[in-house]
């Protein structure tokens, strides 16, 4: 029962969520740590921050490492399965259909409108991982600043950040 309500939970987040993995991850968390109790905040936050520098799509990992929180290697196999299973349907619709409608106005109007939602979902991301104490303390915050600042003023590959921040990190905390 629990490896069904994991899929229908994490295919419904699939189907239902636009813009990628930093979208999902209000939904993840309501899901996951508020409606059903599979994991705790911090427990979302620690998933949040290892899917940060885990290969791969954000949304897939989550769903993998909730997944196996809550009910193992099956957990997390039918919690992946669950979230990308939509993606895989609708994709291979839209490819489909795509070049048929792509100068449609109405198409245009519809993924002109959806930016804005995509938006707004990353910055909800981004309070829920604050309020989940991501930041903790001065030296995180000064670790996200100067990320912050060299990836979007300086444009240093964000791959580059995530190993100084790692070794920021040590430095800071392994003491």
Do not use: H
Request: charged share 10%.
């Amino acid at each position: 029962m629990v490896l069904l309500k994991l899929f229908l939970v994490f295919f419904k987040i699939g189907s239902f969520t636009v813009g990628g993995g930093y979208a999902m991850i209000p939904f993840i968390k309501r899901e996951a740590v508020e409606i059903n109790n599979w994991i705790s905040n911090s427990d979302f936050v620690e998933i949040t921050a290892l899917d940060s520098v885990t290969p791969g799509q954000m949304a897939v990992n989550m769903a993998t490492f909730v997944g196996y929180k809550v009910s193992g290697i099956w957990g997390a196999i039918i919690a992946t399965i669950g979230v990308v299973l939509p993606s895989l349907i609708l994709v291979t619709i839209i490819a489909s259909l795509f070049y048929k409608f792509k100068s449609n106005k109405i198409v245009q109007a519809l993924l002109n409108g959806l930016k804005p939602a995509v938006v707004a979902l990353i910055a909800v991301s981004v309070v829920y991982l604050i309020q989940g104490k991501a930041i903790f303390d001065i030296k995180s915050l000064i670790i996200s600043v100067c990320v912050f600042v060299a990836v979007m003023v300086f444009r240093v590959n964000p791959i580059y950040m995530v190993l100084l921040s790692g070794v920021a990190g040590l430095i800071f905390y392994l003491r």
